[in-house]
DNA sequence: GATGAATGAGTATTCATTCAT
DNA sequence: TATGAATGAATACTCATTCAT
């Protein structure tokens, strides 16, 4: 390994773990409450450090969003990859890897959410949201994926695969927001395994001929 | 008409000016990045006369949620009340609500989000906080009668009406925030319409037993 | 004098009122060191009210050039506004008015270099830039215009009375850029008045035929 | 050559180069807004390494002022030491030095004037505070030895040399700042040749008795 | 010596909120 | 009531300077 890319992979560890600070601090406050000192001094920096890694706040926290793109995208990719399972055993594999997700971080729709305006957008440097766009459009094509054999089979209705995965990412979406509005207006939380459990055996009933 | 009454309706016709100022402004622009005075400009009021009616902005905000909650509400309770209709009618009511709701105020469920921060809470006064719980709670029991029927009846697969009632809650919460994103990341749009369409009919298909 | 005309008056007021705080710090510690706070402190108002009347530093700063250069201006508009002076009395009206510039803001110089920076320049509105321009352009009009009848009738060098006019302002400039230096290096000061006589004394030796 | 006055070269080779680089910066964007990393970046140096010659920002500044005042007075000097020339000659070799200096770094008075601030010279060190007086008083007093001769045997106006020499200074002064400040205001360049000398020509004109 | 990553004090700027009119 | 100018605390961000390697 030479000391280029020893440097590059130091850089890359520091980049990490600001960003899992970062998540930390944005879950408990929310965007706007959560300052860059918090953040800093959660990942044991000063604040100026953040800045020699991340161009400004957006930036920092659509870095969050990318973060779990690519895991998200990691998990469905290993999934099609695995030639030995069952229509069945796959899409239990995609339950989990959702589930694993939320686990990973449950922030990860609001991130999604927050990039939306264009303010923000506006702060992003060309290259990151680039990469968000094309991994989030990847992960969407190895979800369609799993759909594919059984749709050409004519085992699931006649939908296009990649409506589907439409279908189970808003389903995931909508559970995880559900169950965090949940959380304050009924004080209730943590059944969101349940009802994702139930969200998918409804789907999975629904999409069968 | 006294002339008492005749102010507080003056004084509600304000609110609701100021906040559908406030909806397409938080629309645009995101909870942080949309300052006080845009939303004053876009109401016509000056910043000082949002204060004489809310709080705060977070108590504006807040406001959003409870004025779509108690539209949504309003109209599952008349979807409830109508004794004529079949089963499968309730349920294209309720998708037709669902919907409805959403041209209403696309922003409802990041309302309801933004809401979670314990900091945000912290602001808000308790009477509102308690209308939104419970305005949210009798929305959701209006939608889990729907099911009911059909439950009782074993036509529908046995899960307590509630837990489907919270299925299509997420599943709504989730098209509408999955399309939302798609929007920056894909630049499509307005497939909302079609993808809940297709959300719903796999539902109402996994639910019948 | 109509409710909006006032309002108008007042806010002139208040922009006056900022900018000779702004002299007085600026001349005092420099550009850089001179800190928004310090000038609010010092025009009795507080940081954010500096940012209702100025874009941001730069513009505050390069309204304080347009402000003397307006001063200049009119004072060399009086003098060739009256018609009864001989030669020589506008040559020393000419003198007069520069020295009482000099008294009226020494840092005019500085000023109107600090607005060289591409950088300073990016800042200011179109507005302010072209009005500084405008201004500075008519002032120097305004000096030729005094050397006119001179070079016409043939009392003066054969040069283009501008180009007097260029030395004119230039041997200002340098008269106090230079004594401001030497008031560092020597820790000699107010000379001055000397010196400018005695320039300009040479220069009306100089441009007699 | 010895080991140590080697290294004594080398370093002051490495202080010309940062001077060199810092003088463009510096040009370029003015003082506050050039950074010490611009600097570096230009200088193919590390930021760290501007500190292992300089002891801060506004003592490398301060040494561009030193370098120029040492070139303007070596070339006093030899104009002074030359015993064959006329009192034209010299007259002429003053202007050729004053528009060499210009050419050599056109910021000299841009230099000097930023000195004044007292805030800067708290962070000179004395040694260079007091080489750039004395180099600047010696200068001086060069320049004025030019009119000695002139003013004593009755040729020149009635005026101490010294005074003259300031008159000199101011006018370049002037000219140099004049005309850059016209490069923003009027768009024109470049007249300084033209200007200077047509100012050197009616100060000459001016100081014949 | 040279580096350049890290620092953290310093500052311009913003914006929710207030209050005299 | 309504205003909107003024506030000033809060905070993102900068950059001169340091120091471990």
Same mark, same amino acid.
């Given at each position: 390994m030479g000391i280029q890319e020893r440097k590059e992979r130091e850089r890359e560890r520091r980049k990490q773990q600001i960003i899992v600070a970062a998540k930390r601090v944005f879950s408990d406050k929310g965007f706007s409450k959560a300052t860059m000192e918090d953040i800093a001094k959660e990942a044991e920096?000063?604040?100026?450090?953040l800045y020699l890694y991340f161009k400004n706040k957006d930036e920092l926290y659509a870095s969050l969003s990318l973060r779990i793109l690519h895991y998200l995208y990691i998990r469905l990719e290993n999934l099609n990859s695995d030639e030995h399972m069952s229509r069945g055993q796959r899409m239990d594999g995609l339950k989990d890897a959702m589930y694993d997700v939320y686990k990973f971080d449950p922030m990860i729709l609001i991130n999604l959410f927050h990039l939306q305006s264009s303010e923000t957008l506006k702060n992003l440097t060309p290259e990151l949201l680039s990469e968000i766009k094309k991994l989030s459009r990847s992960s969407l094509a190895e979800m369609a994926k799993v759909f594919e054999d059984g749709v050409n089979s004519g085992i699931?209705? /006649?939908?296009r695969p990649i409506a589907l995965a439409d279908i189970v990412w808003s389903l995931f979406s909508g559970v995880v927001l559900w169950e965090t509005s949940k959380s304050i207006? /009924?004080?209730?939380?943590?059944y969101l395994k349940d009802t994702l459990e139930t969200a998918f055996e409804i789907f999975n009933r629904g999409i069968l001929k």
């Open positions: 920096f000063s604040p100026g450090t699931y209705i /006649n939908k207006i /009924n004080a209730e939380k943590d």
